[in-house]
């Protein structure tokens, strides 16, 4: 089972809020930050920008 920071229970907790992703109360580049931003998107399907998925495109 996969452990998360701090920062991530408040991220996810945050979109399950109705909160924007500009909730973030970290210094934007921080490790805080990026782990914020990883718990508020984690429902959210990974884009792939350089390549369409099979399928689509």
Known sequence: MATHSAQWDEGKAAKQSGAPYTADPYRA?????????????????????????????
């Open 29 to 57: 580049g921080s490790q805080e930050s990026a782990d914020w931003l990883a718990g508020y998107t984690d429902d959210e399907r990974e884009q792939n920008v350089d390549r369409p998925e099979p399928g689509e495109g």
